[in-house]
């Protein structure tokens, strides 16, 4: 049997995977500024011990992209495995208890290091997927697409966006793996079919100063700013009405099926005040104020305020909508908006600026689809506990392909704790990276064998 052949040689192997992992933490690839390159080249390097053969598409500075592939034709099933490179810088080195790129084991159990969940640990494995496949040739006649992408962490855009224009836009897609780590404890391993969009977006408020014993003669941006922020929550009338894509009843009955019991779920819902806010997020779009400057001296009216707003939004929720809505919002404040952050002296206006955006996304008609029964069986054997199905109240690399008709059938499956992502002392369960290097094999392997009908 060929599934045991995998198994066995996945358990025989288990170090020099462990070692492959350690090496792409220790390839340093902050981003920002990126230097993904780092890291493609180590991959290139490990398939080409297999003759997997490899492309890198560099581009800025030290920064790539890598594709590769197990079959050299698209005639058949096509299955991509999506991966970024890119990790979140450390932030305080001094606060991490092992230097964040020295990928240090600890009891046997944990690797810990920058990237080591979000999402280095999930890509390794998707990579030594491709390999353990080409080495045993199984004789699959479908093919296998690896695309190790840049850029994730700030939007996409160069990385997956990027080969999907450039370099994919020719192969039809049957379904798509992007590996975030999907383990939110307590909770076994998810398979997330969506997610929700982001707009970062920034607002100025631009008035007139003057000295504070006569206010009157100015116009105070800090309180123009109060103004806007405290009418935020009339935007719901300037934007169109959209369901979200899971109902909160919906999404409770995903969860508990993880549960021995209903009462159990309803007992950890009443407990846990995380579950109800969680399903509450995934249920609206959220507008949040986080970051605000304004003000030069005690006694001065202040001329201008600046503030950060991460908004985000529901599958469906189009990202022009809600930047329309907010303009019509701030003139219905009886505020100009102008095109630029700049005007002419003594001029009183709001200027609105998008600094990023992802777009959300989600796999409607997932129910039917026996290939993802498929995945959760497959997840069950190697796990020995059911996964369950849900959505993520973040954004990901995966609305680029449900969105553009590459692959609607695109989820999030990976190892790893979304917890420990972008935290400081990130780690990975060894046990939780080897288990899903099982996982994407024997996928990859069922799926590509039926091609051979
Ligand atoms: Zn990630």
Known sequence: ??????????????????????ELIKAKSYNPPGDEKNV?????????????????FPFGENRANLLAFL??????????YNGHMDVVPPGNEA?????????????????????????????????????????????????????????EETGGKLGTKWCLDNKLNSIKCDFTIVGEPTGLNPFPKAIVLGEKGRIVLKLITNGMSAHASVPFIGKNAISMMSDIIQNLTKLENYIPKIEPPLSIEELKKLMMSVFQSKEMFERIYKEQKVLPNLLKALTQYTITVTKINGGIKDNVVPDQCEAIFDIRLLPNQSIEEILEGITKLVIELGYIVNDQPTGKPEEIFVYLEVLN?????????????????????????????????????????????????????????????????HAKNEFIEIQDFINAIKVYTLFAYNFLKESNN
């Open 95 to 151: 606060e991490w208890k092992n230097p964040p790129l020295s990928a240090t084991i600890k009891r046997k159990k944990l690797i810990f290091g920058r990237g080591a969940t979000d999402m280095k640990g999930p890509l390794a494995a998707m990579i030594i997927a491709l390999k353990i496949l080409k080495k045993l040739d199984l004789n699959l006649s479908g093919n296998l697409i690896l695309n190790a992408v840049a850029d």
């Open 1 to 22: 049997m060929s599934e045991e052949l995998i198994i066995k040689e996945i358990d025989d192997n288990k170090e020099e995977y462990i070692e492959f992992l350690r």
């Open 357 to 421: 955006q992802s777009e959300a996304s989600f796999w409607k008609d997932w129910k039917k689809d026996l290939t993802l029964k498929n995945l959760f069986n497959i997840i069950e054997h190697i796990y020995k506990e059911k996964p369950y199905y849900f959505v993520f109240p973040a954004s990901s690399d995966a609305n680029y392909y449900r969105n553009s008709n590459f692959c609607k059938k695109t989820i999030l499956f990976g190892p790893g704790r979304g917890r420990t992502a």
């Open 71 to 80: 079959n050299d034709n698209f005639n058949n099933k096509n299955l991509l």
């Open 40 to 56: 493609a080249l180590k991959i290139k390097d490990y398939l080409s011990r297999e003759r997997i053969k490899s492309e890198i």
